[in-house]
């Protein structure tokens, strides 16, 4: 294998396992959960199950001995605990953390050195302790019952510990038996054990001789807490045909039991998550290598190549269309205007590939989201506290590229959230809270910005505690008033923390300011409220994208500049004389609320003395989050798909601006940091490293 087919070999592995670490995390937090009541869902078990085999069948074909011996270890301990071999405890589950830990740092090590290794004795270790102890004991609860010996000799080991799991539970076991037509007992075999799904556990699926000749039956073995009546109402199937070993009593759920009438919406979600599994353990049982989905992974090197070929045509587009104007004063004005049809067919197809290859790098960001699962669970572990997490949204679309540069200062946030924020379960009952506090992660679409939320119901922040130390620390000087939003924006500064020691958690990694700085670069911006004692948030607002962009063409003086459009809100046209002066600062009040305005000859210092004093002004007002600013130009000259291109890391130190575009008539301009210059605004620094 040449080395290109070999990088690329290993590009597509860390490309897989990265995905199947993606669910096997998100299945573990499940199983975290499960395991005070000791009930875990073997189908969320099954999946972690087969998470970790893939990763072993994967690992061995690339020859990486270490990752196939892990998985194995793991792949071993989760059968022991299907099988009831193994006791689901809260070891168990910490250990298959450590494990996926491990995993993730051998995957990661390997994607720059394929011969990278760690040291797997005390992991692997960890399992064998893992693994000791008395299973729930098994005092033969089917002797009690009538079950046909002929079904249960065909169990499989596996089927006969759900069916003891389900018995153990106090559930009623059913044998249904039916017939099905040849021609589609797959499709109503698959849609009648959906339906059992909903309200049990379906142990077992035995297919038999049908009574009819054209007809084939099958014996399935169902636990569940219904009834024979409601099962007979739930499925309402002629020639059904129930057993039922261990009666269920009829309880008032039970004689209320109503069959709802389906959700479209609802079951297409269920439906998919529920065949999900049953297709995997088919094709585990079958070896098949088939995939499961039809998605094709592309690597985002290849998006972005892609997207710059586009950006470019986009530029010559605006290059012909230029000529073609020239052309319609200067000379054939009929060839100008075939010139000018020809221009805008080119320009809808731009468009449409364009939004074609935004489409494709556009993922939810739910993607983002599952990682925060492990890392709360594994801080309030660390931490001695109980955290709920709730996530909306997460089905949000963002870049790619930026869901991997926010993963970082969100982890940040979290880690705050629940080291600094939430109180111990002592303190929180002295307050009157729950034992267990509230972290709450929340994405939404606003226009063509993404606002992802952290939300905290722990002590919040102490105003004055950040005001004391920021005067201790010499940031400010001792009589200096802050507003409270000026008080919060202390804490993104570099070196700067309220607390005297810095724990583990908080003392390592990115500060605040690093996290303000990484968001910033992404032409982002964080917000923070708080309420002392209820808890704080922090509001991160996001552009969708970062590639190809609309942008507002603006003059300052002799220069050209690009506001990106998803950052404009409205352009005015203002005179002088409506501009008034609030503590030094320049406002104009447009529809009852105060707009601050920044001259942009200033921030750049372009020479506003030797210009002429206009009595009309434009300005463009442009808003992220709740904040809103007046951009003071002279001229509007339109609006015009840019690319932008980063100005590198030599270039780094410059503030106010996010890189530069190219425009159709060759000539290159400064992109502006819509973000970063508001931000310097507000907190009062008018002149930038321009």
């Known amino acids: 294998m040449s080395d290109t087919s070999s990088s690329q070999a290993l590009k597509d592995f860390i490309s897989e396992t990265e995905e199947i670490i993606g669910a096997l995390n998100f299945d573990l937090v499940k199983l975290a959960d499960a395991v005070e009541t000791g009930d875990c869902d073997p189908d969320v078990l099954n999946g972690i199950f087969r998470g970790a ?20 270890a793991m792949e071993n301990l989760l059968d022991g605990l299907r099988l009831g071999k193994v006791p689901f405890t809260q070891r168990l589950v910490d250990t298959l ?37 008395e299973a729930p004991s098994a005092e033969d609860p089917l002797a009690g019952l009538d079950i046909d010996p002929g079904i249960l000799n065909v169990l499989t080991e596996y089927e006969e510990h759900r069916l003891l799991e389900n018995i153990r539970k106090g559930r009623a076991v059913h044998l249904l038996r039916m017939d099905f037509d040849l021609s589609s007992f797959d499709q109503e075999l698959a849609e009648i054990t959906e339906q059992l799904k909903q309200q049990g556990e379906v142990v077992s699926t035995l297919p038999s001789a049908g009574e009819i000749g054209e007809k084939i039956a099958f014996q399935i073995l169902f636990g569940s807490d219904l009834n024979r009546a409601d099962i007979e109402l739930l499925l309402s199937r002629e020639g059904l045909d129930i057993s039922t070993y261990g009666q269920v009593e009829v309880t008032m759920e039970s004689e209320n039991f109503v069959l709802e009438e389906p959700d479209a919406a609802h079951d297409a979600v269920v439906v998919s998550a529920e065949r999900l599994p049953a297709a995997v353990e088919e094709a585990d049982g079958g070896s098949s290598m088939r995939s499961i989905s039809r998605t094709v992974r592309v690597d985002i090197d290849k998006l972005d190549l892609l997207m710059n070929i586009v950006g470019e045509l986009v530029l010559s587009k605006s290059s012909i269309s230029n000529i073609g104007d020239r052309i319609k004063v200067s000379a054939d004005k009929e060839l100008a205007t075939e010139l000018a049809k020809a221009t805008r067919i080119l320009e809808r197809r731009l468009h449409e ?16 989201f599952d990682k925060m699962t492990r890392i709360v669970r594994r801080v309030s572990n660390e931490q001695g506290k109980k955290v709920d997490l709730e996530i909306r949204g997460a089905d949000t679309e963002l870049d790619k590229l930026i869901i991997e540069d926010v993963s970082d200062p969100l982890m940040h946030i979290i ?12 303190e929180r009952r002295q307050v009157g809270k729950p034992e267990k506090g509230q972290v709450q992660l ?19 922040i102490d105003a004055e505690g950040v005001h ?17 939003e000026e008080i919060y924006d202390l804490l993104f500064m570099p070196g700067f923390s309220t607390r005297d020691e810095v724990s583990d958690l908080s003392g390592r990694g990115v500060g605040m300011d690093v996290v303000k700085n990484n968001i910033a670069a992404l032409s982002g911006m964080i917000e923070v409220k708080s309420t002392r004692g209820q808890g704080s948030s922090m509001i991160i607002t996001l552009p969708i994208t970062l590639a190809i962009i609309k942008a507002l063409i603006v003059q300052v003086g002799d220069k050209t500049y690009a506001i990106p459009i998803n950052s404009v809100l409205e352009t005015l ?33 372009l020479g506003s003395e030797e210009r002429p004093d206009e009595k009309r002004l434009f300005v463009a007002v442009v808003g992220l989050a709740e904040k809103r600013m007046g951009f003071v130009v002279d001229e509007l000259l339109g609006q015009q798909d840019v690319v932008i291109k980063s100005l590198g890391k030599a270039l780094s130190f410059v503030q106010g601006i996010a890189g530069a575009a190219e425009l159709g008539n060759q000539k290159t301009i400064l992109v502006l940091d819509v973000a970063g210059l508001m931000t310097e605004a507000l907190r009062g620094e008018s002149s930038l490293n321009v």
């Open 415 to 426: 880690r705050n959230a629940i080291d600094h924020g939430l109180e111990t379960p002592e």
């Open 353 to 368: 590939l364009q939004k074609g290859v935004m489409d494709v790098r556009m993922v939810p960001v739910g993607q983002l």
């Open 53 to 72: 085999h893939s990763i072993k069948g994967l690992a061995g074909m690339f020859g990486f001995d270490d990752l196939s011996a892990l998985s194995h």
């Open 573 to 605: 046209m203002i005179d002088t004389d409506v501009i008034q002066t609030v503590e030094k600062r320049e406002v104009i009040e447009l529809r009852k609320s105060t707009v601050p305005l920044l001259r942009l000859d200033q921030v750049f210092d």
């Open 468 to 484: 004391r130390k920021a005067v201790e620390k010499g940031l400010i000087t001792e009589g200096h008033n802050l507003n409270e």
């Open 442 to 460: 929340w994405a939404s679409q606003k226009g063509n910005h993404v606002v992802i939320e952290v939300h905290d119901d722990g002590r919040g």
């Open 97 to 133: 953390f450590s494990s996926l830990d491990v995993l993730i740092q051998l995957i990661d090590g390997k994607s720059n050195d394929e011969n990278f290794t760690l040291d797997l004795g005390p992991i692997l270790a960890q399992i064998d302790q893992a693994a000791e102890g």
